[in-house]
């Protein structure tokens, strides 16, 4: 049996050399300020900053904000940051002005960019280094992540996004329906069928080539992007490949109260573990 993320042969260059932003914008919907939470001790965006920053593959971290109070919060903390337009509709766009920034600085000698959202502070570090792989890759202009869904609830739920990927890894289809369809009134599930197993969830972290960046926020919206509500729709109405790979886990951003409170209690129980491994060695 192969590896989900086995590759066909196909040329191959060297490791990349990879500079993720981090989009952190002040005002939220659901959640007003997040970015600015602090009741671990940290910022919001700092957990997710401090993480990246982990993974072996990324040369360098950069907080892209539409906020002074961030870009102040940021140097407090020590993390670089870039203070970009706050009329931007989407992370990804945000990310290309940071890029832009950066690159007129003369401080853009990066083979790809990784696009990890400000409230995604628990990103397994092997899975950013697996996205970067990905690009070893000649081909490979974009890459994103995936994981299995593991319930009914979870495969009609709307605000999961599924993708259905082609026999190389490359995405053929986002939706916020269950795609490929594992059950059905008319028709019965099969003995032996995949069923549940076949539907995949999306985990939105991006790697792109910059020239690809630049093309992905310079294309028109797609009527299935705007039917879905997804983004990167956009790309693949454009006829282009989208590499997906499988994630080592699933993770889970922070939208809501609750999913903060859960990420506190979380923090905590990590840290007294960290003291608690710390005093035995003393």
Known sequence: MTDANEPQARGRRGQPRALAIVPARLGSTRMPRKMLRRETGRYLFE???RNTERAPSIARVVLATD????VRAAAEVGVEAVLTSPEHPSGTDRVHEAWNLLAAGGDADYDVVVNVQGDEPDL???DLD???SAFAEDDVEIATLCAPVTSREEALDPAVVKVVRDARGDALY?????VPSFEHPSRPMRPGAP???AVERHIGVYGFRPDALAEFCALPQGELEATESLE???WLEAGRRMRV???SETTYGIDTEEDYAAFVARTGRENEGELLEGSKTR
Not at 67 to 70: A, H, P
Not at 174 to 178: N, P
């Open 245 to 247: 790979l499988v994630a």
């Open 174 to 178: 986002f939706s916020r329906s269950a």
């Open 232 to 234: 990167q729709l956009r």
């Open 47 to 49: 957990h997710t900053v």
């Open 195 to 197: 069923g549940l197993k």
């Open 67 to 70: 906020s002074d109070e961030i």
């Open 124 to 126: 397994p570090t092997a």
């Open 130 to 132: 697996l996205v970067v």
